[in-house]
């Protein structure tokens, strides 16, 4: 259950319930549950329905309960890096091999059976609710709604690219010192998982990149994302001409002496997402630190100073 109270002001006089509710990001399917949950609107503590007009001064209580869970997604226990948790989102840390969504070849070692056992073990129904998506073997932050009204924000924020990500990459070669790659992206044929760059069919996708630094043949990258297509940057980057390190997908030639052994899969990590709170509106600023396999690549680490407190007008 999740109670968020509202108090109207001057802008606010003479709107409907429904309209103001609207404002705030509920969608149509939140709105029609409210209206079958008794006592789920209330204002000044009385019950009211969606059409009713508010006044200035009014203090309007909504209660969102959910019942239902994932029931799909068998809770798996295993440790979760919680980078930041309130009563709206949950913000982790995900490492290598391991899958967003549970499948055939990965039935129980993903973030999503991680995250329903968090919730079991508290006696929480929770639908897993994942926001932003990461391959399996790319590490670092992903948000998780608790509820389906901050899912709706969130997900409007990413269709309206207010939601910033940042990576931090590991690419084989001399990176020029900045630029811009835009270049479709599509599914290559005779292949589920595996894209190409295709000009006639593919999906709009613009990457925004920076060398960081360059040493041993290796060049730390800061990219930032305009879309979110699947396998974005590792297409990208390739489609550049400087593959990620350790990506046996699209840099299958790379020998793993180059490393000494120490990375085993693409050296890509979500460092950091920026946006708005989707109940509270405040600005967060998460980051998460270079993993150890691509830190003992690069003797450059950028520096990682987080808060956690939704009070402060910035997360960093």
Not at 78 to 103: G, T
Not at 122 to 129: A, K, L, M, W
Not at 243 to 268: C, T, V
């Amino acid at each position: 259950m999740r109670t968020l109270d509202y108090r109207i002001g001057i802008q606010d006089d003479g709107k409907t319930i429904q309209d103001f509710l609207i404002e705030k990001g509920y969608s149509h399917a939140i709105l029609v549950h409210l209206k079958k949950t008794p006592e789920s609107i209330l204002r000044n503590g009385k019950w009211e329905y969606m059409r009713t007009h508010i006044k200035a001064g009014d203090t309007l209580r909504i209660v969102l309960t959910e019942s239902e869970c994932s029931d799909a997604i068998a809770p798996s226990p295993m440790p979760l890096d919680i980078c930041y948790e309130d009563e709206d989102i949950l913000v982790i840390n995900k490492p290598a091999d391991m899958p967003i969504h549970p499948s055939k070849r990965h039935p129980t070692h993903t973030l999503a059976n991680a995250v329903c056992a968090y919730f079991h073990s508290q006696g929480i129904p929770y639908t897993f609710r994942c926001v932003n998506r990461l391959d399996r073997d790319t590490t670092g932050l992903v948000i998780l709604a608790k509820h389906t009204l901050s899912s709706t924000i969130l997900n409007q924020a990413i269709c309206e690219r207010g939601i910033h990500r940042e990576y931090l990459a590991l690419a084989d070669g001399c990176v020029p010192e900045e630029g811009t790659i835009s270049a479709p992206i599509g599914r290559k044929s005779n292949s589920s998982i595996e894209r190409v760059i295709d000009y006639e069919h593919g999906d709009r996708a613009v990457t925004h990149y920076r060398r960081l630094s360059y040493e041993n043949g290796i060049s730390l990258l800061s990219l930032h994302l305009e879309t979110g297509r699947t396998h974005q940057i590792r297409v990208h980057m390739k489609h550049l001409g400087y593959p990620l390190i350790g990506d046996a997908l699209y840099h299958p030639e790379y020998s793993s002496s180059f490393s000494d052994n120490k990375i085993k899969r693409q050296a890509l990590h979500s460092y950091r997402l920026q946006f708005n709170h989707p109940i509270t509106g405040v600005p967060m600023d998460l980051l998460a630190p270079l993993p150890a396999d691509m830190a003992a690549l690069v003797s450059l680490v950028p520096p990682v100073h987080t808060q956690s407190d939704p009070s402060k007008a910035s997360h960093e």
